[in-house]
């Protein structure tokens, strides 16, 4: 069974939104990601395994994440793309070890916060994954279909989005009121 191999294409996509309790002011969504501890990351989902900070060769910051997604276990090293106080865009390429072997998916990650009034705002976390040409090639090596496998990531992403943004929210919440 051969797929076309092509660039790019959607794989999941999830966005979820939770109220930050306080001013939009405080908020500093690339301070709190850049600097979030690793026990911190690992209270954000019962599937965050490990959090750390690196930087690229060229010096852009780096979150480096490790989660347990639908049974794989996913290494993200998201790359700063836009890292401001009220937005911004991590892109990963990120390695997947699932249950049949290794393979790789592009993930982009994008947070953003706007006000709801002066003491809140609301926090949105948008997860991006797309299919990769060695997505496909770990694909046609197993015999699996990319239509049952891009269901399943579907259903697996949203799911631990759903769970991870309420406790982001918090998270970021306390941050900004600790500054």
């Known amino acids: 069974m051969q797929h076309t191999l092509v660039e790019n294409e959607t794989l999941s996509e999830s966005s979820y939104s939770a109220v930050i ?7 500093d969504l690339a301070d709190w990601l850049f600097n979030l501890p ?12 490990a959090a750390g900070t ?13 989660e347990s ?8 090293h998201y790359v700063e793309d836009i ?6 865009r991590v892109i990963s390429l990120s390695d997947v070890f699932s249950p049949s072997g290794r393979t790789r998916v592009l993930v982009t990650w994008e947070l953003s916060v706007k ?43 949203s799911a631990h989005n759903r769970i991870e943004t309420p406790l982001f929210a918090k998270s970021i919440e306390k941050h900004a009121l600790r500054r």
Do not use: W
Request: aromatic residues 6%.
């Open 115 to 157: 006000p709801i009034d002066g003491s809140t705002c609301e926090f949105t976390n948008h997860v991006h994954g797309e299919a990769t040409p060695e997505f496909h090639a770990f694909l046609d090596s197993h015999g699996l279909p990319y239509e049952s496998a891009q269901q399943a990531r579907q259903l697996a992403s």
């Open 38 to 49: 690793d026990a911190e990351y690992q209270r954000c989902s019962p599937a965050h395994i």
């Open 21 to 27: 309790n306080a001013p939009i002011e405080k908020v």
């Open 54 to 66: 690196s930087r690229t060769d060229d010096g852009r910051r780096m979150s480096l994440n490790v």
């Open 83 to 88: 890292a401001e106080p009220r937005h911004c």
């Open 69 to 76: 997604i639908g049974g794989s276990i996913v290494v993200q």
